[in-house]
């Protein structure tokens, strides 16, 4: 079984400081990991993926994230925050043995940067 | 083209009815997913196309619901008998095919379709 947590439904901070959306998954073997943000009315937009390699994944619009094994997390950080990154942010994992293609997203983090 | 399309984008219906949403992908992308996102909740996998078939139909809820993409290209998801409960925004995502070694794609998504069941 594969799934995401993201426990924090709401994440306010002011604008330029940082800014953490937390992550933790559960896959039975190695993880493959996501972001992606959904503003109103828009679909989903890709941020930034885990596949191997570096634990540090730098991603668009200033974003990166962290691949934590030991603890399995994949948190969401961004050193300045700016009002235009409010918006719903989704953690996606999958298992990454081939052939599986499901992705299982986390209920997401509204994130509100306070002018 | 330049986007994942769906249609239509919103749609009212009364229980009992027949519903068809419609995706159109990625020009090039093989691959194609419907995901359904309930208020409130993140996607949750419906089906995965790879070409004509369906390689992944795991996360059909129930014999209700059906998807098709004939050509390879256009999909439908179709849902029969619709219950209140599927009141849901269905979402479609394209891709390129993806192999051993190109490692994971990322998913396109479209707007979403939003289905409400009076």
């Known amino acids: 079984a594969q799934s995401v947590a993201q426990p924090e439904d709401q994440v306010n901070v002011a604008e330029g400081n940082p800014l953490t959306v937390k992550c933790t998954y559960s896959?039975?073997?190695?993880?493959?990991l996501f972001w992606y943000v959904q503003y109103p009315n828009r679909g989903l937009q890709f941020l930034l993926k885990y596949i191997t390699g570096d634990n540090l994944v730098k991603g668009s619009y200033g974003f990166e994230a962290e691949f934590n094994k030991s603890q399995t997390s994949f948190h969401l950080k961004k050193p300045s925050a700016l009002v235009s990154d409010s918006a719903l942010y989704f953690c996606?994992?999958?298992?990454?043995?081939?052939?599986?293609?499901?992705?299982?997203f986390g209920k997401g983090n509204q994130v509100v940067v306070i002018p | 083209g330049a986007g994942v399309s769906q249609t239509p984008s919103n749609k009212v219906t009364e229980k009992g009815k027949y519903v068809e949403l419609r995706c159109d992908p990625i020009?090039?992308?093989?691959?194609l997913y419907w995901y359904r996102q309930s208020l409130g909740q993140g996607p949750e996998f419906l089906i995965y196309?790879?070409?004509?078939?369906?390689?992944?139909d795991s996360g059909l809820p129930n014999d209700r619901f059906f998807a098709v993409r004939p050509e390879g290209s256009v999909s439908t998801l179709k849902i029969q008998r619709t219950e209140r409960g599927d009141s849901a925004v269905y979402l479609c995502?394209?891709?390129?095919?993806?192999?051993?070694?190109?490692?994971?794609?990322?998913?396109?998504f479209g707007a979403g379709s939003r289905l409400t069941v009076l």
């Open positions: 896959v039975s073997g190695n993880p493959y």
């Open positions: 020009s090039g992308h093989t691959a």
């Open positions: 995502a394209s891709s390129l095919h993806e192999t051993r070694f190109s490692g994971a794609n990322v998913l396109t």
């Open positions: 196309f790879q070409g004509t078939g369906a390689a992944d």
């Open positions: 996606a994992v999958r298992d990454s043995y081939y052939g599986n293609n499901r992705l299982a």
